[in-house]
């Protein structure tokens, strides 16, 4: 068996846009966090999320159905099958990344297991269909059957764009559902959607690494129906799914968050597949509002508990997030996929404060445990998960092992595999470094120009990015580098013959030349800390700071305070931020100043000159990243402060 990736080696693979995607065998990450995550989700977490899945009976329920067995004995939630299509997904990627012989053969083994659940015609699910269980179909906008299809398809684009010889059979089990699906609800079949979107980015995706047009037809067909009232307007509306606003009418993403991010991210696979500008600057004026107005400043999106969903716009209460790390990557897959559409940093500049602020916080720094949500405040210390218990719901003040409703890792565990892919793309005239890591890429133009680059930094800790050329180039061609929004002042020194530099303003910048082996462009960004401010029109955190380290968003946890304070001051809540003094790097750390804020309890908490008093001395406090908080115990976390007045 070939243990190299294959030239389409990436989970997205247009077949037209401004830029072209890299692929696994493009692109190597050498180092750094992202790397590390990455390792850390090949040895530890898909080992752990198979475990749960057996634990759980979630890969059994497959060998109830092949022996005739079910309704009886089956566990977990309606949608339990699409966490075993995850796995496999994410093991078909890192076995891509590391041809690891041992992953190959468990993805054989729990592919068998799925294989003999199929039925004749295709149909492949453990909760309908069967004698004693409701009939198939019959329960579209809950029952998340298509939605189970779809995750099956895209575990099988990752077999086949990463093992495209490969003798598991996974494939002709996804296009034996494919076909099923197209059938049944095609042009003369049902009219309908799935009430939980998947199936229309998975189809398209399916339908490119197949080459079948069919299933692209059938997923436009999906995204078109959207939107006119075909799924029953239950207690939360039809905006939950969707299915309120025709997608190429929504001025914004609305509803369930995670819903929203796939069924946009569908869209756009739709819309660049049949040259269809109209419906996509539709979706790029949607991201537009949802960006700049239903977004909190980790990246996450979705501020209501109830239905997992968006807020209206400016509602992003930092103690009420919802910000669910599903919603996080159904947010990349939309950033992305426009990224490749458009072109354009700000994409970009999503994917990254979401990478390192919703999916690197979500999972445990060993890969065992996980957050569904994400808030921004945490009130209460909370008790551990303890290691061998389910946690009922996405409680946000521990990380857990498993969930009942486990969506979350093996959703992360799929984009870590993956990750290496989002690095870089080109086009006609050159590559675009979209995400710093170190790394190599080894690709060419489009003309066969070779550009092989080979690139080190310490970012995020270090603000320096250097790109060395690899080999001599026979023309001109052109390194684009991303330049972050928060990166004012930022340059960019090329180092060759002579050496070069000049201002990198937010965006993006470029440098064209003829290169020559051993170039090097560098890449300076400004990483220090600083304050940020939200807009005035978000009510929860008017009177408050939060403080950014170059992608990072970081917080204030009471650990630190505690021995800030040698035990003073233990609860976030009790401290005002002093603005005048800006945050500092102090031995690797960020300080900020804090002063005691006093309070007095009342009869009734409200009245003319209610205020906290914070005159004390001012105590110097560290900061840590988002991503590290509650590695460290139970614990109370803020990413807002407030401020001293006046």
């Not at 059994?60 to 005739?68: I, P, V």
């Not at 609860?571 to 031995?587: F, N």
């Not at 900020?592 to 009869?603: C, E, G, K, Y």
Request: overall charge negative; hydrophobic content about 40%; glycine content about 10%.
């Amino acid at each position: 068996m070939d243990l190299h990736p294959t030239p389409t080696a990436a989970p997205v693979v247009p077949s037209r846009g401004r830029l072209r995607p890299l692929t696994l065998g493009e692109v190597t990450v050498t180092g750094g966090p992202l790397l590390r995550r990455q390792q850390v989700n090949g040895t530890a977490t898909l080992p752990h999320i198979e475990h749960w899945l057996e634990r759980e009976g979630w890969i059994a329920n497959f060998d109830l159905a092949a022996a005739g067995q079910l309704p009886a004995g089956r566990r977990g939630r309606e949608f339990s099958d699409s966490e075993v299509y995850k796995y496999l997904e994410a093991l078909a990627w890192e076995i891509g990344r590391t041809g690891d012989a041992d992953l190959e053969r468990r993805f054989h083994a729990v592919v068998a297991r799925v294989a003999a659940a199929q039925e004749p015609d295709g149909y492949l699910n453990t909760e309908f269909g069967r004698p004693g269980q409701q009939p198939r179909w019959s329960d579209l906008p809950s029952g998340h059957e298509l939605y189970c299809i779809g995750h099956l398809l895209q575990a099988a684009v990752a077999r086949l764009r990463t093992r495209p010889d490969a003798t598991d059979g996974l494939v002709e089990i996804a296009r034996r559902a494919a076909d099923l699906v197209c059938t049944v609800f095609g042009p003369d079949g049902l009219d309908a959607v799935c009430g939980h979107p998947e199936i229309e980015p998975a189809l398209v995706e399916f339908g490119r690494a197949t080459g079948d047009e069919r299933d692209v037809a059938q997923a436009a067909l999906f995204v078109a129906r959207r939107g006119h009232g075909v799924l029953p307007d239950g207690w939360l509306g039809r905006t939950y799914y969707q299915d309120d606003v025709p997608v190429r009418s929504a001025q914004v993403l609305r509803g369930h968050a995670v819903r929203a991010g796939y069924l946009a991210a569908g869209a756009v696979d739709v819309a660049v597949e049949q040259g269809d500008d109209e419906l996509l600057a539709a979706l790029v004026a949607q991201w537009d509002t949802t960006v700049a107005r239903r977004t909190y400043l980790t990246g996450g999106q979705g501020s209501h508990h109830e239905g997992e969903a968006f807020g209206d716009d400016w509602v992003l209460p930092p103690d009420r997030a919802y910000a669910e790390t599903c919603a996080g990557i159904g947010s990349i897959m939309f950033s992305w996929r426009l990224l490749l559409a458009r072109g354009g940093a700000r994409y970009a500049d999503l994917i990254e404060r979401t990478l390192y602020n919703i999916v690197a916080t979500s999972t445990s720094a060993d890969g065992t445990r996980f957050f569904y949500a994400n808030t921004l405040h945490q009130r209460r210390p909370g008790a551990p998960v303890p290691d061998d218990r389910v946690s009922p719901r996405a409680s946000s003040t521990q990380r857990a092992p498993w969930f009942a409703v486990s969506c979350c890792p093996p959703n992360v565990a799929r984009t870590l595999a993956s990750l290496g892919t989002f690095l870089a793309t080109v086009d006609d005239d050159g590559l675009q470094l979209h995400q710093y890591a170190p790394s190599t890429i080894a690709t060419s133009l489009p003309d066969g120009t070779p550009v092989t680059v080979e690139i080190d930094t310490e970012y995020p800790r270090s603000g320096l990015v250097s790109v060395r050329i690899g080999a001599d180039a026979d023309r001109p061609w052109t390194l684009t580098l991303r330049v972050p929004a928060w990166a004012e002042g930022a340059r960019v020194v090329v180092r060759s013959s002579e050496v070069t530099e000049q201002p990198a303003a937010p965006g993006t910048v470029a440098v064209r030349r003829t290169f020559r082996a051993g170039d090097v462009v560098e890449l300076h960004l400004p990483v220090a800390p600083r304050f940020t401010a939200a807009d005035p029109r978000i009510d929860a955190t008017r009177g408050c700071l939060a403080v950014e380290r170059g992608p990072e968003v970081l917080c204030l946890e009471s650990v630190d305070l505690a021995a800030a304070t040698a035990g003073a001051l233990t609860d976030v809540a009790d401290v005002r931020l002093d603005p005048s003094v800006p945050p500092e790097e102090s031995g690797g750390d960020v300080v900020v100043r804090l002063r005691a804020a006093r309070t007095s309890d009342r009869d009734w908490p409200y009245g003319a000159g209610v205020r906290a008093v914070a005159d004390g001395e001012a105590i110097p406090v560290r900061l840590v990243p988002y991503h590290d908080w509650a590695e460290r115990g139970p614990s109370t976390m803020r990413v807002w402060i407030p401020v001293t007045l006046g």
